[in-house]
């Protein structure tokens, strides 16, 4: 099973942007599909963003679309979310995840999940 760690979560104000790193390592661990997901204060946690490991298509949450971008560095083990504009609705603990291919988004078929990176974003 692969480890994954999240950095870059912190306070901010609204309007400024923000870059969450996730570091995966373990068996595998370029072979798989990693994604964010955003767990606001008493909500569930819900998909923001993912990329897939090969073809590296990205796919975003229509809510966030167009104020972040998913990335992946070339060796495939640092997986980036830049947020653009943050809001106060942003608010969260943001876990990075882990699924085999084909699964990206549902979080019914992550295999590993980060331990989260707290974002609060203040009005």
């Known amino acids: 099973q692969v480890e994954l760690v999240e950095s870059g979560g912190r306070l901010v104000q609204a309007g400024e942007s923000l870059r969450l790193a996730c570091a995966i390592n373990?068996?595998?661990?370029?072979?798989?599909?990693v994604a964010w997901f955003r767990q606001p204060p008493g909500s569930e946690r819900g998909f923001v963003a993912g990329i897939r490991s090969l073809a590296r298509s990205t796919h975003y949450d229509d809510s966030m679309r167009g104020r972040c971008t998913i990335s992946r560095d070339n060796d495939l083990t640092t997986i980036y979310l830049q947020i653009r504009d943050l809001k106060p609705e942003d608010t969260g603990v943001y876990y990075c995840?882990?699924?085999?291919?084909?699964?990206?988004?549902?979080?019914?078929?992550?295999?590993?999940w980060g331990q989260g990176t707290r974002v609060t974003v203040l009005s």
């Open positions: 373990g068996p595998g661990a370029t072979n798989y599909n």
């Open positions: 995840s882990a699924s085999p291919a084909p699964f990206l988004m549902a979080a019914q078929r992550v295999e590993s």
